[in-house]
C-alpha cells in the first residue's frame, strides 16, 4: 500500500451559525482518483478550498505528501488546482499560462519554455503555443488549465467542477479525457462534482458529501450497489423511493408497507425493528417488467401496475408505472431487446424485482418527518 | 429601387438629426473658436487695427525664458500629479472593487463622490481655511508643540499636489474601480495557487488587467490637471506659475489675445503630445482605452 497523499484528521470550518464542513476524517492514498459527489451547499467546495489553503480550518489538520499545511499560504502548498471557470490568465498566450507557475518558482526562461512546451504536447496542444486563450475551444482551454497545474508536478490536484461549463457532448468527451489524463501522469486527483455520473465514471474511490459530513466513502460500484445509508441510495445513481413501515422482519429481509397500504420486500440494512419508519429503495433497473405473469422469475412477488408514461432515452428508457391499488409511481428500465418496444400509457403491466437488491434503511428523523409532512 | 433609395436618405436624415446637436456642439463651441484661436495665434499687430500674418506669438514663448520655465513646470507638475492620484487611488479602487463590495462598496464610492456636490472653488477655499497661517492645522501644530510659530502652509508645490491630487481622485477613481471589478477573482487565486505572492500578482494580472482603466484615468487626469487654473492660483498664490495663469494675464490683464491664443495651443500641443507618448510607453491605443473603460 503506497503512502497517503492527503490526510484530513477532525477538519471543521463554520461560517457564522452554519457548519459547512463537520469534522471530517478521511485520507487519499498516493496516484488515486478521489471524487467528492454532493448536491451543492454540501460544504465541498469549502472543503476543497481548505485543501488548496484558502479557506482556513476552524480545527483538525490537513497533511499533504505527509507534512501538515497548518500556516502554509496556498503558494506553498504542492497543490494545484483547476478551477470550475478554469481562470485561464487572458492577458497571456497558453505557452505563458502553462510557464506561469515555473516562472514563480524561479526557473529560466529557456528552461520553462521547454518544459512548457513538453507539458503541452502531452496534452496534445504543442501547437497552441502562441495562440491566445480566447482562441481555444472548451476542451482545449480545459487541457491548457491541467497542464497549467500538472507542469509544477504537484502531489496532488484539485478540480472544482471543471467540466461544469461544458456542453453535454464535450463534458462525456472530456470525462474520458480527463481519466486518460490521470492515468498517464499518474498524479493524485481530487475531483469535486454534484454530477454522480462524473464521480462514478472518472474515480476510483468517491466520498459522498451531504450537510458537511461523508455518508459514505468507496468505490463506484461499492456506492452504486450497496449505499449504506437513503442518502447515497438516493443521490448515487436513479432509484425509486419507497418511505413506509417496517411490517415484517425476516432475517435479512423487511416487509415495508407504505402508508396508503402497498407492500413490498426490501433487504435490510442497519438495524430495522418492526414498527420502524423506513425507506426502501429500488432502481429501475432491478425492477423486471411483463405482460404475463410466466414471464417473470418465478418465485418473486408479482406486482401490477399501469403505465402511465414511456420515457424513451435509448438505452437509457424507462417507463414510469403506477401500482394498481396506491397509484403509486415506480420507475423501471427498459429491456435492451426492445421487447417492450410497442409499450403504451395505459397498459397494465406485471413487474417485480429481487428483494435482495433493494434496499432498505431506518428513515432519518428529518427524513420521516418530511414523509410524514 | 427609388423606394430603397428614399428609404435610405430617409434613415440618413434621421441619423444626421440625431447627431446634430453633438455636431452643433463641438462645431460652434469647440472647432470654431479653435480655428479663430489659431488664426489670432498666427498673426502681429503691425498698427493700430492692423494686423500681418507672422509667427511672432510663438516666437516670444522660446525667447522669454520665464513662459517656457512654466510651461515645462506646469507639464512635469501635471505628470507628478497624475502619478500621485494613480498611487492614492488604486488602493482605494480595490476596496471599493474587491473588499468592500456591494452596499459597503457603494458606501464607499458615494463618500469619495460627496465632496464633489460642493464647487471647486468651495472646496479649495475649505483647503485654504485649514492650511493658511491663521487656519486650523497650523494652530493645531502650535498647540501639540510641534511648532514654536504657526507655519505657512500654502503656496508650496506640495500644497498645489494636494490640491490638484484631491480635485481630481474621483476621475481616477471611476474607471480604476470599474476595471477591477471586471477582474475575476479566481485569476487572482489562480495565480496564487500557481505559486505567486501578492507582488507579483498585482504586476502580472491585476496591473495587466487594469491597464485600460488605469490609462483612461491617467488621460482624463492629465488633462485636467494641466488644465486646471483655480487650484494652482489658490492654494500657490504668486508662486504657482501655472501655464493656465499665463494665458489668463495674456487675454486679461495684457489684452494681447495673440499672445494668449498662442499659448493656448502650446497646451494643447503639450497635453496631446504627452497624452500620445503615454499610450505608445504603455503599448495601448485611445479609442481601445476609452471604449473599455
Known amino acids: ?373 | 429601387m427609388a423606394e430603397r433609395a428614399t428609404g435610405r436618405i430617409g434613415a440618413g436624415i434621421g441619423l444626421a438629426l440625431l447627431l446634430a446637436p453633438a455636431l452643433l456642439w463641438i462645431t460652434l463651441l469647440i472647432v470654431l473658436p479653435h480655428v479663430d484661436l489659431a488664426i489670432l495665434s498666427f498673426r502681429e499687430r503691425v498698427g493700430a487695427r492692423q494686423y500681418a500674418p507672422s509667427l511672432a506669438q510663438y516666437a516670444t514663448f522660446f525667447r522669454e525664458p520665464l513662459y517656457w520655465h512654466v510651461f515645462l513646470r506646469t507639464a512635469v507638475m501635471s505628470v507628478l500629479a497624475t502619478a500621485l492620484t494613480l498611487l492614492v487611488s488604486f488602493p482605494i479602487a480595490w476596496v471599493i472593487a474587491k473588499i468592500a463590495r456591494g452596499r459597503s462598496g457603494s458606501f464607499l464610492f458615494v463618500a469619495c463622490l460627496v465632496p464633489f456636490w460642493v464647487s471647486e472653488t468651495v472646496r479649495t477655499l475649505g483647503w485654504m481655511i485649514l492650511l493658511r497661517q491663521s487656519g486650523v492645522l497650523p494652530a493645531l501644530l502650535v498647540r501639540l508643540g510641534l511648532t514654536a510659530a504657526p507655519p505657512e502652509l500654502l503656496y508650496h508645490d506640495a500644497t498645489i499636489l494636494l490640491g490638484l491630487v484631491y480635485t481630481s481622485m474621483l476621475f481616477m477613481l471611476i474607471p480604476l474601480v470599474s476595471s477591477l471589478e471586471s477582474l475575476d477573482d479566481s485569476l487572482i487565486e489562480a495565480a496564487y495557487d500557481l505559486g505567486a505572492g501578492g507582488g507579483t500578482i498585482l504586476r502580472t494580472i491585476v496591473v495587466p488587467h487594469a491597464a485600460p482603466g488605469i490609462t483612461a484615468g491617467c488621460i482624463i487626469v492629465f488633462m485636467l490637471t494641466l488644465g486646471n487654473y483655480l487650484t494652482p492660483t489658490l492654494l500657490g498664490g504668486k508662486n504657482s506659475q501655472w501655464f493656465t495663469e499665463q494665458i489668463y494675464t495674456q487675454f486679461i490683464t495684457r489684452f494681447n489675445w495673440e499672445q494668449g491664443a498662442a499659448f493656448g495651443f502650446l497646451l494643447l500641443a503639450l497635453s496631446t503630445a504627452l497624452v500620445i507618448l503615454g499610450l505608445r510607453a504603455t503599448g495601448q491605443r485611445f479609442g481601445e482605452v476609452m471604449q473599455r473603460s
Request: hydrophobic residues 45%; proline residues 5%.
Open chain 1, 1 to 373: 500500500m503506497s503512502a497517503a497523499d492527503l490526510v484530513a484528521d477532525g477538519v471543521v470550518k463554520r461560517f457564522a451559525e452554519h457548519t459547512a464542513v463537520d469534522s471530517l476524517s478521511f485520507s487519499v492514498e498516493h496516484g488515486g482518483f478521489f471524487s467528492i459527489l454532493g448536491p451543492s451547499g454540501c460544504g465541498k467546495t469549502t472543503l476543497l478550498r481548505m485543501i488548496a489553503g484558502f479557506v482556513t480550518p476552524d480545527a483538525g489538520d490537513i497533511a499533504i505528501g505527509g507534512r501538515s499545511m497548518r500556516g502554509v499560504a496556498p503558494n506553498r502548498r504542492p497543490v494545484n488546482m483547476v478551477f470550475q471557470q478554469l481562470a485561464l490568465f487572458p492577458m497571456m498566450n497558453v505557452g505563458e499560462n502553462v510557464a506561469y507557475g515555473l516562472a514563480r518558482r524561479g526557473i529560466a526562461r529557456a528552461e520553462r519554455t521547454r518544459r512548457s512546451l513538453a507539458m503541452l504536447e502531452r496534452v496534445g496542444l504543442a501547437h497552441a503555443a502562441h495562440k491566445r486563450v480566447d482562441e481555444l475551444s472548451g476542451g482545449q482551454r480545459q487541457r491548457v488549465a491541467i497542464a497549467r497545474s500538472l507542469v509544477l508536478e504537484p502531489t496532488l490536484l484539485l478540480l472544482d467542477e471543471p467540466l461544469g461549463a461544458l456542453d453535454l457532448k464535450l463534458r462525456e468527451h472530456m470525462k474520458i479525457e480527463l481519466k486518460q489524463l490521470q492515468a498517464a501522469f499518474g498524479t493524485t486527483f481530487v475531483y469535486i462534482t454534484h454530477d454522480q455520473s462524473e464521480a462514478l465514471v472518472l474515480s476510483d474511490r468517491v466520498a459522498v458529501m451531504n450537510g458537511g459530513r461523508f455518508e459514505q466513502v468507496g468505490t463506484p460500484q461499492e456506492l452504486y450497489y450497496r449505499p449504506r445509508t437513503p442518502f447515497v441510495a438516493a443521490f448515487v445513481g436513479a432509484n425509486n423511493r419507497i418511505p413506509g413501515r417496517a411490517t415484517i422482519r425476516d432475517g435479512e429481509r423487511v416487509e415495508v408497507t407504505t402508508d396508503d397500504g402497498w407492500s413490498i420486500r426490501a433487504h435490510a440494512e442497519g438495524a430495522i425493528a418492526v414498527g420502524d419508519r423506513v425507506e426502501a429503495f429500488v432502481r429501475p433497473e432491478v425492477a423486471a417488467l411483463a405482460r404475463d405473469a410466466g414471464d417473470l422469475p418465478p418465485d418473486a412477488v408479482a406486482h401490477r401496475g399501469r403505465v402511465t408514461s414511456v420515457l424513451f432515452d435509448g438505452a437509457n428508457s424507462t417507463v414510469l408505472v403506477a401500482e394498481e391499488r396506491t397509484a403509486r409511481e415506480i420507475r423501471i428500465a427498459l429491456p435492451q431487446t426492445g421487447r417492450f418496444a410497442d409499450l403504451k400509457p395505459g397498459e397494465s403491466v406485471l413487474f417485480s424485482f429481487d428483494p435482495a437488491r433493494a434496499a432498505c434503511f431506518q428513515a432519518r428523523a428529518s427524513e420521516a418527518a418530511a414523509a410524514h409532512g
